[in-house]
């Protein structure tokens, strides 16, 4: 992707990824499912993850998986709190995103 990816709409990725499981997800799902829309790595995804746990965000609990533990993470009422916000931001952004590419001077087209 040829656009910059800021702090504000990763937060925004990372919550709406992590409430579409009601019990939470795992660190590795959430990057996966991330990594299908942003190219993104752990470096960048872990201390997002850790920024809004610390945010009130996020909540998490360990659960054993394959003979190790599996950290979860679940939304909290803030998180989808903020979620919702963020959802009605973004549909007004990306509105008049959308509006400023498709008023194309007839001249290009």
């Known amino acids: 992707m040829v656009f910059n990816t800021g702090a504000t709409l990763l937060d925004a990725i ?5 409430s579409k499981e009601q019990e939470g ?3 590795y799902k959430i990057t996966q ?3 299908a829309v942003l190219d993104i790595s752990d470096s960048t995804l872990y201390p ?5 746990q610390q945010d009130d965000c996020l909540e998490t609990y360990d659960m054993a998986f394959a003979g190790r533990n599996r950290r979860y993470y679940k939304l909290t009422e803030k998180g989808n709190a903020q979620l919702q916000l963020y959802r009605i931001e973004w549909k007004n952004y990306s509105s008049k995103i959308t509006r400023m590419f498709e008023d194309v001077p007839r001249s290009f087209k």
């Open 14 to 18: 990372v919550l709406a990824v992590v």
């Open 33 to 35: 499912d991330v990594r």
């Open 25 to 27: 997800t795992y660190g």
């Open 48 to 52: 997002v993850l850790r920024r809004l």
